[in-house]
């Protein structure tokens, strides 16, 4: 079964600061692999996808790539802003979506 | 894009008592829909899934069930509640699996 991890599960940076977030995955046969981003009591954001035979994906100041080999995938959001503090999950399409626990991001002003 | 909605938002309900849950997609036809239950700490789980007008499939057996009566309507129900059913409840859509995935703004369930 697939299994998606997410490290850090909490990471608080100054305002400005580029940062990375880390998704893993255990089985490399996936269809694509989502980013999505969930505020709290609300529900999840799509923010980027990525197909199984592409390498990146960019939307604004958001870039998703994508190592089906090694099984990951990054999300790096480029001077970041207290408007980004939310969780943000990762899902590997197999047979059905394979969520992440997230990654809690705070960004201070 | 789609737009998923969902009722009620948040619902309070004794254990016991029959539940429920109503989603509705617009801006798109015959879509996938999911249904997951996100408890306080821990990730998605999915429930149940469809691809079409009574077509149901369960991945977690319990005292949840689905029905689909029309294309863009996907109901979660429970004849009576546990106090494990406490969560938040999320509908989703996609159109393939090489599609994204969409999601509505949950349903928050306390069982008391």
């Known amino acids: 079964k697939q299994e998606v991890t997410q490290i850090p599960a909490a990471l608080s940076v100054p305002e400005g600061e580029n940062l990375v977030l880390n998704c893993s995955f255990t089985?490399?046969?996936?269809?694509?692999l989502q980013w999505f981003r969930q505020d709290p009591g609300k529900g999840l954001t799509s923010l980027l996808l990525?197909?199984?035979?592409?390498r990146e994906q960019t939307s604004g100041r958001l870039n998703a790539s994508l190592d089906k080999s090694s099984g990951r995938s990054t999300l790096y959001i480029a001077a970041s802003q207290p408007g980004d503090s939310a969780t943000y999950l990762c899902?590997?399409?197999?047979?059905?979506?394979?969520f992440g626990t997230g990654t809690s991001l705070t960004v201070i002003p | 894009s789609q737009t998923i909605h969902q009722w009620p938002a948040t619902l309070v309900q004794p254990v016991g008592s029959p539940l429920s849950l109503e989603c509705t997609v617009e801006?798109?036809?015959?879509?996938?829909l999911y249904w997951y239950r996100q408890a306080a700490g821990r990730g998605l789980q999915l429930l149940f899934y469809?691809?079409?007008?009574?077509?149901i499939s369960s991945e977690v057996p319990q005292n949840l069930s689905a029905s689909r009566p029309q294309d863009r309507q996907f109901i979660l129900s429970s004849k009576k509640l546990l106090l494990s059913d406490s969560g938040f409840y999320l509908c989703?859509?996609?159109?393939?699996?090489?599609?994204?995935?969409?999601f509505g703004p949950g349903t928050r369930l306390t069982v008391l």
């Open positions: 989703a859509s996609g159109r393939s699996s090489y599609n994204e995935q969409f």
């Open positions: 990525i197909q199984s035979s592409q």
């Open positions: 469809s691809v079409g007008i009574g077509q």
């Open positions: 899902a590997a399409r197999g047979n059905q979506f394979y």
């Open positions: 089985d490399s046969a996936i269809y694509n």
């Open positions: 801006g798109t036809s015959n879509p996938n």
